[in-house]
């Protein structure tokens, strides 16, 4: 066989290191490997429990409002700790404009240079030199609006700073509400923001998907999963955390018979993970992080969560399957596609969150800890399934764990020898030309991978360079 690397992966967040198998033109073997340790489940050791919004949210740049919500929503839940309209209504908003920034830079910068030819000159080059297909006009008119994009995706980020001060790692997410009041100003900036999003979504976006279907409608066949779906929902509709815009959820095999989440039943496997432990599998509230480095067999820093056993799928195509709201596919497109519709709704209720936002009343509900408590925070980050779970002592953190949702989709095998979600949806797949494996960057980048939480180490034996830029 064949064996073709591409390490690190390039047009996605964080360090990626692929490894195929090929044989008679077809995958085989698929492995994942997560190349950086995290950690922070370490940092967070005798920490203030509120300090954890603010140091999980810079696991990375691009999911740092969904980590600040899922780790405050931990604490929340923990103490049964109820927020004001308001404050639910901004946090909306908040994620809401960090999802519209990701989703378009994914579709834009991050994956349909997949399909589009980009001009003669880096950073468009070196690229492979086969498998693009756009007669010449129409590549170059997507290409246009892949520019266009740029300067949408940085508009989205200045609506985070409208009600978080800054972007990434907002500060307006805070145990007990928000931090920033609706005034007139900062509604009139941001519908104005939010209308030139919403322009470019309905007349370009869409526009754009059609003529990748009609030209790439062999990727609604690769890349597909098992069809197993896991969703925890994400969008309160009013204080009540249970009442959501987008359901939570398990689904088996492409079922429409949607089943309750039960998150008892999520546990974490590392047999090819550089990690140790004495069970075979572990649930979060009891999940260790202790390193083995180098270990037999295993190939990933990515631990492999598994729901009842099983692997399982998650992001917009998981959501809107859950939510009822798109139900074709598994596919490498259906996923595109997913997650453009998903921007499409998501814009949609901004509109209808900012016309319900109340001038003038609360947007935060103070309260005092109490010194022992245990909680668990489950919402949505861009790409899928996020959750921490948190035990506080003496008001200090004792444990704390995190699982995400590039760990469900990118994790390793797991103890039985079952492969995840982004290695399996490689299996089968055709590569036309060995030297130019373009069918891999196109499957897996539709997955939206984000191996930046998953960090942080050196080799101690290494030199440390200092350079003066």
């Known amino acids: 066989m064949k064996k073709i690397t591409i390490s690190p992966l390039t ?58 919500i899922t780790s405050t929503t931990a604490i929340e839940t923990g103490v049964n700790h109820e927020v004001p309209k308001n404050a639910t209504l901004i946090r909306n908003l908040l994620y809401g404009s960090d999802i519209l920034q990701n989703h378009l830079r994914q579709i834009y910068v ?18 492979y030199t086969k498998g693009y297909r756009l007669p010449k006009a129409l590549n170059a008119e997507l290409l246009g609006h892949y520019f266009k994009s740029i300067d949408l995706h940085r508009k989205a980020h200045e609506m985070v700073t409208l009600w978080g001060g800054k972007a990434p790692h907002n500060h307006g997410v805070v145990f007990g509400g928000a931090t920033v ?46 069809g197993n779906f896991i969703a925890y929902g994400m969008f309160p509709k009013t204080g009540d955390k249970k009442d959501l815009h987008f359901s939570d959820g398990i689904v088996f095999n492409l079922s429409h018979d949607i089943q309750e989440l039960d998150e008892k039943k999520i546990a974490e496997y590392v047999r090819y993970s550089y990690y140790s432990q004495n069970r075979e599998a572990l649930h979060p509230t009891q999940g260790i992080t202790r390193e083995n480095y180098p270990k037999e067999d295993a190939y990933s820093w990515i631990k492999a969560p598994r729901y009842k056993g ?12 859950i939510s009822s709201k798109y139900r074709r596919g598994s596919s490498t497109l259906d996923r595109i596609y997913a997650r453009a519709l998903e921007t499409k709704i998501v814009s949609d209720l901004m509109l209808e969150w900012v016309n319900q936002l109340e001038p003038g009343k609360p947007i935060h509900n103070p309260a005092t800890l109490p010194a022992n408590f ?96």
């Open 110 to 127: 991050l994956s349909i240079l997949d399909y589009v030819e980009g001009p003669d000159r880096p950073p468009f080059t070196p690229r």
């Open 181 to 226: 009041h609706p005034t007139s100003g900062i509604l009139k900036i941001f519908t104005s923001m939010l209308d030139d999003i919403r322009q470019f979504i309905y007349n370009e976006l869409f526009y754009d998907l059609e003529v990748l279907s009609r030209y790439y409608d062999d990727y609604y066949q690769l890349g597909s999963t098992r």
């Open 11 to 68: 047009r996605i967040n964080g360090t990626w290191q692929l490894d195929v198998y090929v044989e008679n033109g077809v995958i085989k073997e698929a492995l994942s490997s997560g190349t950086f340790f995290r950690g922070l489940e370490e940092i967070l050791q005798k920490r203030d429990p509120r300090d954890a919004s603010y140091l999980t949210a810079r696991i990375c740049g691009i999911c740092s409002v969904a980590h600040s």
């Open 310 to 321: 099983e692997p399982f799928e998650t992001g917009p195509i998981g959501r809107l399957w």
């Open 374 to 469: 245990q909680g668990a925070g489950l919402t949505e980050a861009m790409r899928g399934a996020l959750g921490h779970w948190i035990t506080v002592r003496n008001g200090k953190i004792t444990h704390y764990q995190i699982v995400t949702p590039s760990a469900w989709n990118c994790s390793p095998k797991d103890n039985r020898g079952i492969r995840g979600p982004v290695e399996e949806a490689l299996i089968g797949t055709p590569i036309e030309d060995v030297n130019n494996p373009i069918e891999i960057g196109r499957i897996v980048r539709s997955f939206d991978p984000c191996l930046s939480c998953a960090v942080h180490t050196i080799e101690g034996n290494k030199n440390i360079n200092t350079f003066c830029i």
